[in-house]
T-cell receptor
Framework: DTAVSQTPKYLVTQMGNDKSIKCEQN?????MYWYKQDSKKFLKIMFSYNNKELIINETVPNRFSPKSPDKAHLNLHINSLELGDSAVYFC????????????????FGPGTRLTVT | DQQVKQNSPSLSVQEGRISILNCDYTNSMFDYFLWYKKYPAEGPTFLIS?????DKNEDGRFTVFLNKSAKHLSLHIVPSQPGDSAVYFCAEGRQIYNQGGKLIFGQGTELSVKP
């Protein structure tokens, strides 16, 4: 029974298209995250939601819009896709944001490899 | 501006020997450092952490050492096993005002343990 799942696993699309990636966690966690791993393998946080409320919004183009319909789901919608958006996108969750160790012991999904042509 | 650096992109070790993975950081204001392990086509998984007030934490074959004066930490794996072959990410955990906890990752070191 997968703790953090993402769909789709692979996504190939053309420049200018709009696409969504879905994430679900069944761990009962309050906080969910989106990370981007670029071609140089850096893993960087993009967004964080706590109980459906946006709490971290890094310097990300506003073509990226996260949506959290409930605390078990965090979806990522990307408008007008560009070549530079090609990356692996990881969803993650953690019990909370208190700054205690459990905040940082995050559970990651398997990733979605996005390729923009 | 890379706040967490793993200067060795790869490391190869013989089975049974010690693996030492290194990480340097620039910011002294952190709560924890963590190590994550990642296999191909999977997400990172949490391995071990260390609090900013400690200098060592051990969990089975894995030990993390923190040297605050040098702003350096290392992960020791003893003895190394072929199943340890993966990419290891060092991550700084920091509480940001009004943003909660945040992880800042290094770029990873690929460990290969040869039988």
């Amino acid at each position: 029974d997968t703790a953090v799942s993402q769909t789709p696993k692979y996504l190939v699309t053309q420049m200018g298209n709009d696409k969504s990636i879905k994430c679900e966690q069944n761990l009962g966690h309050d906080t969910m995250y989106w990370y981007k791993q670029d071609s140089k393998k850096f893993l960087k946080i993009m967004f964080s939601y706590n109980n459906k409320e946006l709490i971290i919004n890094e310097t990300v183009p506003n073509r990226f819009s996260p949506k959290s319909p409930d605390k078990a789901h965090l979806n990522l919608h990307i408008n007008s896709l560009e070549l530079g958006d090609s990356a692996v996108y990881f969803c993650a969750s953690s019990p909370g944001t208190s700054g205690r160790i459990k905040t940082y012991e995050q559970y990651f999904g398997p990733g979605t490899r996005l390729t923009v042509t | 501006d890379q706040q967490v650096k793993q200067n060795s992109p790869s490391l190869s070790v013989q089975e049974g020997r010690i693996s030492i993975l290194n990480c340097d950081y620039t910011n002294s204001m952190f709560d924890y450092f963590l190590w994550y392990k990642k296999y191909p086509a999977e997400g990172p998984t949490f391995l071990i952490s260390i609090s900013s007030i400690k200098d060592k934490n051990e969990d089975g074959r894995f030990t993390v050492f923190l040297n605050k004066s040098a702003k350096h930490l290392s992960l020791h794996i003893v003895p190394s096993q072929p199943g340890d072959s993966a990419v290891y990410f060092c991550a700084e955990g920091r509480q940001i005002y009004n943003q909660g906890g945040k992880l800042i990752f290094g770029q990873g070191t690929e460990l290969s343990v040869k039988p």
